[in-house]
């Protein structure tokens, strides 16, 4: 595995990327289009979009402390994969009954049962991977972010604490901070990456909503393309394209009316004029 080096990496005015090679991922979906869609029906070669601190971190340079820790899961790859597919496994056997009524007639093509890892390599693949600049015992914690075939719009994510699963859920699951700085808590003293203590805290969902309306709660994935854009971002011009186009239909069905309205005063006048 080669070492990173400062040069892998450019800054995207929020956080510090690259694009690396695992060759642990080889032969899974390719997942490079806008947010974990296919970009082409051959299978992936390993590459991924890598990303350090997706929660913000200052622009200024990297750190060797922070580009060693984000060496680890490059050099640990396939223990992680592993100790990830095993954990997804059992947990995707549980998904699997929530989504018969939502996919309905896609259902087996789009998540048929799977009892090996090695059956995910038709329904997955990774996209991103996250470098939180939160680490514990010296081990970092690293978010997996998939695009799979039984959930378009939420995705699949994957949080790890060195080759140990913490949690697996939607995409969100693997760039959110809140969770990594939970489980670090939970298990003592955490440290954060030099120059990355300005970290900004992470909205963390209501303890009192059911975990259905959790997961319906906005999605910062979402909230961050139109953040510190002057209201020109993707999700603000959609916004925007809709409200034109619903004002447009508004208008539309309102000038039909007026125009029924017309067309039947002018046939009555026409009844009473020929009645005289």
Known sequence: MRKLAAADFRWSGRCWEATVQLACWDGYQSRRGPYGIRDTLEPSKGEVRFVFAPEGRGGSAL????????????????????????????????????????????????????????????????????????????????????????????????????????????????????????????????????????????????????????ARQPSQKFDALSRDDGGKGPMNRLRAAHTWIGKGVAYLCLLAVVAFVLALLAALLFRWIRSW
């Open 63 to 214: 750190e060797e402390a922070e580009i060693a820790l984000m060496q680890w899961p490059l050099e640990h790859g396939p223990e992680m994969q592993q100790s990830l597919l095993h954990e997804l496994v059992e947990h995707y056997a549980a998904l699997r009954p929530r989504y018969a009524r939502f996919l309905g007639a896609d259902y087996e093509s789009a998540m048929p049962s799977v009892q090996r890892a090695e059956e995910f390599h038709s329904l997955l693949g990774v996209h991103t991977i996250y470098v939180h600049q939160i680490q514990h015992a010296g081990l970092p914690y690293v978010g997996f972010a998939f695009g799979c075939t039984w959930d378009i719009e939420h995705g699949l994510g994957v949080l790890m604490h060195g080759s140990r699963v913490v949690e697996i859920g939607g995409e969100d699951t693997a760039f959110t901070g809140w969770r990594a700085e939970q489980d670090a808590d939970s298990r003592g003293p955490k440290n954060v990456a030099p120059g990355s203590e300005s970290m900004p805290e992470s909205p963390r969902p209501s303890p009192n909503l059911p975990r259905w309306e959790v």
